[in-house]
Nanobody, 115 residues
Framework: VQLVESGGGLVQPGGSLRLSCAAS????????MRWYRQAPGKERESVAN????????YYADAVKDRFTISRDNAKNTVYLQMNGLKPEDTAVYYC?????????WGKGTLVTVSS
């Protein structure tokens, strides 16, 4: 199993970024996909989930109405569209899946929101 995140960077408050996570090594279309983030000095926290078919989503309260999770099962990729970014969104963002009940993580992509 391999999860590779991309799309992070430096953005001004109010700006947007789109993160991608390319998955391989398992049947991507069969599993819930998740985005987590870890800010400096804080624990890793759940940001958003999407069901295997893409019809169901979950968002943490802190990102609801600003972030959108989506997936393309033909491309084995999950996305996180982040709008209205705030300094408190600064974190390393990780992709996660649990095929066979085992947690798999990517290496993360850094998002920095600063003027």
């Amino acid at each position: 199993v391999q999860l590779v995140e991309s799309g992070g960077g430096l953005v001004q408050p109010g700006g947007s970024l789109r993160l991608s996570c390319a998955a391989s090594g398992f049947t991507f279309s069969s599993y819930i996909m998740r985005w987590y983030r870890q800010a400096p000095g804080k624990e890793r926290e759940s940001v958003a989930n999407i069901t295997s078919g893409g019809s169901g989503t979950y968002y943490a309260d802190a990102v609801k109405d600003r972030f959108t999770i989506s997936r393309d099962n033909a491309k084995n990729t999950v996305y996180l569209q982040m709008n209205g970014l705030k300094p408190e969104d600064t974190a390393v963002y990780y992709c996660n899946s649990r095929p066979g009940g085992i947690h798999y993580w990517g290496k993360g992509t850094l998002v920095t929101v600063s003027s």
